[in-house]
Every structure is written in C-alpha cells, then in structure tokens.
C-alpha cells in the first residue's frame, strides 16, 4: 500500500480542512474506502479532499462532520475556505495546481489567446468588456499573471497551443491592445518549450468546433483534459474522454499553420498596426 501523501495544512484553508479532514478520519479509525462507502462515495473522492485536489460542497461537509464527530470543526473551517477563495473558486484552484505540475501542456481556444499567452492589457480589456468591476478586475489580472512564469521556469513544460484565426482577426480590430498582444506572442513563440499554431478560417469546419479545451501530462495523475464555461471549470481524467480529446487534437492540427507560418501572420498583423 503506498504511503499516504504529506498534507501541508499552511499551504491554504482548503489544505487545513484536508489536514483536519484526515485527522477525525483516522481517529475514527476509518479508511478512506470506507469513509467514502459510510458517504455513498469512493475513497478516492475523500483523498482528494484531504490532498485539497477537491472542494466538498456543504452537504458533504456537514456529512463529514457528523460522521466524524468532529462538532463543527470541519463545517467552520469549510465555511472560512469558502469565503477567503472566492476569487478563486475550487474548480481553477484545482486547475491552477494541474497546469504548475505538468510536464506538456496541449490547448485549443478558438476565441481568445490562450491565457498562459496573453499580455497584460489584453487581459484587461477581455475583462472590461465583460463588465468585470475594477476591483474585480486587478485581482483577476494578478492571478492570471500568477500563473504566466510556468512557460519561463526552470523546468517548464511543452506547451503546444492552437490558435482559431478568428481569434487573431478580433485581436487586430483593436489596434492599441493588439500591437501589444502581438509583439508578446513572437516573443513568446522563440522560447523552445512553446509551439503556436493558427487554424486558418479558409479550413473550414474542423474537429473541434464543439469549444476550448486544455490536455495535460501532470506525473502521477497521467493525461487529464481541462474545460472551461463562463461560469465553471471541469477536469477530467476518464480515460475515454482523455483519449477522444486528443484524437480531435490531433486531427485539428493537421488543418493549421505551421509554427513559421503562424509566426509570419503574426508578423504581418503586428505590421498593419503601425
């Protein structure tokens, strides 16, 4: 059986929550299979809480709590997480962690630059548009900009992104924002970790019309694939869907740019802002 996974119980609230979580657990001299069973859950569900991979939802917490007899304990501390991540919610927080730990990264946007790409000011007037408050919108841009040096790292990972045309065409109708963007694009593009490519509009239909997604290769958790709605996030690590998003992966690049091509039109845009 392998040792279980240290918990830091500093490193956030949700952490602490882990920490307490596996506490009242083993006192009651319980696994987490059979935790997870008492629950109607697995025990890889309860790990994850513990390891502050997963958020429990207050129905959960309270059941814990009660299982547990941890009076109050773990709804407080619940309730104190919740309230200090709300920037932040579970979901990307769990997403966050995934993209810092992986050694490739593999994205498809067909709306936008891909967040580890985009520029400060083009973050912010995504955000404007969207009529994000101006409080709202500082913390947003410093926690994306959080995430940017896992490109520049020491050991940072592959990353490969394809990029929908239409995206870059919206871009250049901004001319202020878009010479920005631009230029931090080609910058990005000579580091030898990162690959961009464009799906022409001329391609037509593709094999990923159906929206975003992000694959990553995290050691120790194998392939999972990331999407993201307005309003929420979801991982995966089902084998079937893993494999289905990259067979479409696959079949869209052969519909794209290459990489010198892609910079080229990049090159060309950034030309007619001058």
Request: net charge negative; aromatic share 8%.
């Amino acid at each position: 059986m392998p040792a279980p996974k240290t918990l830091d119980p500093e490193a956030s609230m949700w952490d602490l929550f882990g920490a307490y979580l596996r506490f009242f657990r083993l006192r009651a001299g319980l696994t987490q299979d059979r935790l997870g069973s008492d629950l109607h859950a697995t025990g890889s569900f309860v790990g994850q809480i513990e390891t502050a991979e997963r958020h429990p939802g207050e129905e959960f917490v309270a059941q814990f709590d009660e299982r547990l007899g941890a009076e109050g304990l773990l709804i407080a501390t619940a309730f104190h997480a919740t309230r200090l991540t709300d920037d932040q919610p579970g979901w990307f927080d769990t997403f966050a962690k995934a993209e810092a730990a992986a050694v490739r990264i593999r994205t498809f946007q067909p709306q936008v630059i891909p967040g580890l790409l985009q520029c400060e000011e083009y973050m912010r007037v995504l955000l404007r548009r969207a009529r994000v408050p101006a409080n709202t919108i500082d913390m947003w841009v410093d926690r994306r900009l959080k995430r940017k040096p896992v490109l520049t790292k020491t050991e940072a990972p592959e990353y490969w992104a394809v990029v929908d045309e239409a995206a870059l065409l919206r871009l250049a109708q901004d001319k202020v924002v878009a010479k920005a963007q631009l230029a931090h694009l080609l910058e990005l593009v000579e580091l030898n970790n990162v690959v961009l490519e464009m799906v022409p509009i001329e391609a037509g239909l593709h094999a990923c019309m159906d929206g975003a997604f992000v694959l990553l290769s995290v050691p120790g958790k194998g392939e999972c694939t990331y999407a993201e709605g307005t309003f929420e996030g979801r991982m995966s690590t089902d084998s079937h869907g893993v494999s289905e998003v990259q067979r479409r992966y696959d079949l869209l690049r052969a519909d794209t740019l290459s990489p010198a091509r892609t910079a080229r039109h990049l090159r060309d845009l950034l030309e007619g802002t001058a």
